[in-house]
């Protein structure tokens, strides 16, 4: 994936001399896009994808030799001068996919062996991954300088306003709709006993089709526009039960079980047994599984490194990186009286997380593989090797993530989809908790949520919080649902469950919904005159709040 780059990356910073006698043919084309999946899966992006995403929410606490700018963030003490509120690597990205959308037509004009099908699915590809990092963005910050012109010429002027949060939905959409059928459906396909078939390695750590469609389904849910939602989410699920057949059919998958037609991976490879983690070590032990959709890769054997896992989560020497798992998440767990985990059979509980001392690791990412068995309720005591390399993938879209998505569409739909929705979360906790998908004992009883939309909400972001546990979504669901209330109630009421002191400021912090959003950093204001600070932190006096 991350060969024939070294050009396009050695070329930076660019001019457009420079870049017009580079782009002469499709190799530089190749080269290009994929110096935009390796600035991608950069260090610094994916920690600022993981902390944007996670360090805010209730599941993340100091470590061990915890940088103090995410000290101070996990204290909720968030000002401009904090290192995280730099935002330029992730531009870079989005640059890097600008200049690859300018200068690709000029390459179909001069090389024959560039046909005009392999330019559309460039283009689909690189505004995929621009639109990915602009909803990063905006998830972040709201609004922010949104541009899909390349900075090619020493004196173009680059000092833009921010455009509105609702706009830059729009446009992304707008643009992912126009090319979302131009996407390849497959990268790479593997000949068995004569046939086709779909190879996850190949095809999950690339823009498909399919993960435009995810990335669209997410979009759409933001906007709230629940049919295009359920729309999309169809799409995806119905290619994966496409995918299975297929495998089925070859003999080439045997441990998946179809729950209500949706296929999904076994906790446990033998029906009816209690030894479960295969589900674990499908999905972040190996990577690239039947369920992903898109993923950024590493690859250790070349010296690729996931920081971010390695360092900020634990590896193979450190039980317990520089943040680790809030302790609430497990308090109470031995008695069954947790307030995350519904059952003592949830496999999630075991799988994210163990005990290091008198603290609470994340093991997620971290293991390269899981295997335990679910007669020790209660205990977390998971046999599973640490990885070796600091090489493990970071998932950006699966398909229990598509399923949970349709499902909260489907509750702000109409009361009449409630049933479906709960359908659909009930399958995703029923995997977790190694029930069969023919049986209801042990699983989730509708009668007990359907009284109310409140209690669905509820239900679905208690499940996507079970889901998707240190996977760099909790903060975004948490500012998703504020948005909807108009008021940070249920954020703030899961957010204070983790601090231990200063519960009462933090609450007055977070009440504010400006204050659920990232300040601009003191040097992008310094860069850019017509950036208008987040109003909850404009009235500072050297990074200070009064």
Not at 301 to 329: K, P, S
Request: glycine letters at 4%; charged letters at 25%.
């Amino acid at each position: 994936l991350f060969m024939s780059c070294s050009d396009f990356l050695d070329i930076l910073p660019m001019n457009s001399t420079v870049l017009e006698n580079y782009w002469k043919e499709k190799a530089d084309v190749t080269g290009a896009v994929n110096g935009c999946y390796e600035a991608l899966a950069s260090e610094d992006v994916v920690t600022r994808m993981g902390v944007w995403g996670e360090l805010r929410s209730d599941n993340i606490t100091a470590g061990t030799n915890v940088p103090n700018h995410l000290n101070e963030m996990l204290r909720e003490n968030l000002l401009p001068s904090n290192d995280m509120c730099k935002w330029s690597t992730v531009y870079n990205v989005i640059n890097r996919c600008n200049i690859v959308c300018h200068y690709a037509p000029e390459v179909e004009e001069i090389d024959p062996n560039y046909t005009h099908n392999e330019l559309k699915a460039t283009i689909a590809e690189m505004k995929a991954i621009r639109a990915l990092c602009y909803f990063y963005l905006i998830r972040t910050f709201r609004d922010v300088p949104y541009t899909t012109e390349p900075s090619i010429a020493d004196d173009q002027n680059y000092v833009l306003p921010a455009t509105k949060f609702d706009a830059v939905v729009d446009s992304l959409i707008t643009d992912l709709e126009s090319v979302k059928d131009d996407a390849q459906r497959r990268f790479e396909l593997e000949k068995v006993q004569g046939k086709s078939i779909y190879v996850p390695a190949a095809n999950n750590s690339r823009i498909t089709r399919w993960a435009i469609y995810a990335l669209l389904a997410d979009l759409y849910l933001w906007k709230g526009d629940w049919d295009n939602v359920i729309r999309y989410c169809d799409l995806v699920i119905d290619y994966k039960k496409q995918v299975y057949d297929e495998l089925l059919l070859m003999d080439q998958i045997n441990d998946v079980e179809v729950y209500d037609g949706i296929p999904m991976i076994m906790e446990a490879t033998v029906k009816g047994t209690k030894d479960v983690g295969n589900t674990y070590t499908s999905l972040f032990g190996s990577g690239n599984s039947f369920e992903s959709i898109f993923e950024i890769y590493y690859n250790g054997n070349t010296g690729q490194e996931n920081n971010w896992v390695g360092n900020y989560y634990g590896n193979r020497d450190n039980a317990i990186g520089r943040l680790r798992a809030a302790d609430f998440l497990m308090d109470g767990f031995t008695s069954n009286n947790n307030q995350v985990w519904l059952s003592q059979n949830d496999c999630r509980a075991y799988e994210a997380m163990e005990s290091s001392g008198n603290s609470l690791a994340i093991s997620k990412y971290v293991r390269q593989s899981a295997n335990f068995s679910l007669q020790r309720l209660g205990v977390i005591s998971v046999s599973g090797d640490r990885r070796s390399r600091k090489d493990a993938n970071w998932i950006i879209y699966r398909l229990s993530d598509v399923m949970l998505m349709k499902a909260e569409a489907l509750i702000q739909r109409s009361e009449s989809d409630w049933p479906e929705a709960f359908m659909l979360i009930n399958n995703v906790y029923k995997r977790a908790n190694n029930i069969a998908p023919e049986t209801t004992a042990g699983s989730l009883v509708y009668e007990s949520y359907n009284t109310s939309k409140e209690k669905m909400e509820d239900l679905l972001f208690e499940e996507r919080h079970r889901e998707f546990l240190f996977e760099g979504k909790r903060w975004f669901d948490l500012v998703r649902l504020s948005r909807r209330d108009g008021k940070t109630d249920r954020l703030v009421s899961s957010v204070v469950r983790k601090h231990r002191q200063d519960q009462n400021v933090i609450r007055i912090k977070l009440t504010d919904p400006n204050y659920i959003y990232f300040p601009y950093a003191k040097s992008e204001l310094k860069a850019n005159p017509l950036l208008v600070q987040n109003p909850a932190f404009s009235n500072t006096e050297e990074g200070v709040l009064k």
